[in-house]
């Protein structure tokens, strides 16, 4: 499915982004993985550069090369540091990144956002999520954060939010619709990864616990990365704006709860 494309994948170093890079790997993709941290085994080429910076975006896209057929935005953090760090990485890193990629992408590349089960109020949220969504550059985010009233406990599942509003609204933009570039999300509950402990502290234990409980699991990267790399694909081309909860049923549950269905 993938074999000679050129994917870019941030995040690489654990989790989710890892596995991605070794399935991409044997399907026969080039994967370059991008970082904080340096990954124990490496796959293809890695660059490290941190997100949370226009500094640090501007130097990964220095470093990427022409032709990249995808984008997969997997690193993240939990919230457990701070709403500045959070919404920094999350969201305003992930989105000039992106940005800044589809220069280098070929016609009919693919954008793929790891957003959340936690972004699932967004659309009770749209007024907040579509204004900082389409705020342009990487801006002074404590006063985004002074503005748009955003606690720190709050910051994980608000900066997904923003991603799943993002991901509709880029899906229609003029930079990527003229190159044919789709622009996707996946959207994980809770994942046994090393960052889960955190999530439990953001999220609550009692929330962690009553969501792994309600889909009889938790997931696993070997759940999310083949959906991912599944919109990496030509058999995706057709499938744009789009959200795919990756959750076990978690976002069925909790619509039916919600809506009284």
Not at 21 to 41: F, R, W, Y
Not at 61 to 77: K, M, S, T, Y
Not at 97 to 126: C, H, Q, Y
Not at 189 to 214: H, M, Y
Request: charged fraction near 20%.
């Amino acid at each position: 499915m993938l074999a000679g494309k050129t994917i870019v994948i941030t995040g690489v170093a654990s989790g989710i982004a890892h596995r991605c890079a070794e399935l991409a790997s044997e399907m026969g993709a080039n994967v370059i993985g991008i970082d904080v941290v340096k990954p124990e085994t490496t796959i293809g080429t890695f660059i490290q550069g941190d997100l949370s910076t226009q500094a640090g975006v501007s130097a990964i896209l220095d470093a990427l090369p022409e032709n990249i057929d995808a984008l997969c935005n997997v690193a993240g953090v939990s919230g457990i540091a701070g709403a500045n760090i959070t919404l920094a990485i999350n969201f305003f890193g992930l989105k000039n990144l992106s940005e800044g990629a589809a220069l280098k992408m070929r016609p009919g590349g693919s954008i793929i956002n790891v957003a959340s089960m936690a972004g699932f109020g967004w659309r009770d949220n749209t007024e907040r999520a579509s204004a900082i969504a389409r705020i342009d550059g990487f801006p002074d985010i404590d006063k985004v954060i002074k503005d748009f009233d955003i606690p720190n406990q709050l910051s994980y599942p608000i900066s997904k939010e923003i991603l799943l509003v993002w991901n509709k609204i880029a899906s229609q933009q003029k930079q990527f619709k003229d190159k044919g570039i789709r622009i996707n999300a996946v959207s994980p509950g809770p994942v046994e990864t090393p960052i889960l402990a955190q999530f439990r502290q953001v999220l609550g234990e009692e929330k962690a616990s009553k969501d792994i409980n309600r889909v009889g699991r938790a997931g696993t990267p070997d759940d999310i990365a083949p959906v991912i790399l599944f919109l990496c694909s030509d058999a995706a081309k057709w499938v744009n704006g789009n959200n795919i909860s990756t959750d076990g049923g978690l976002e069925a549950a909790e619509t039916v709860e919600k809506l009284n269905l």
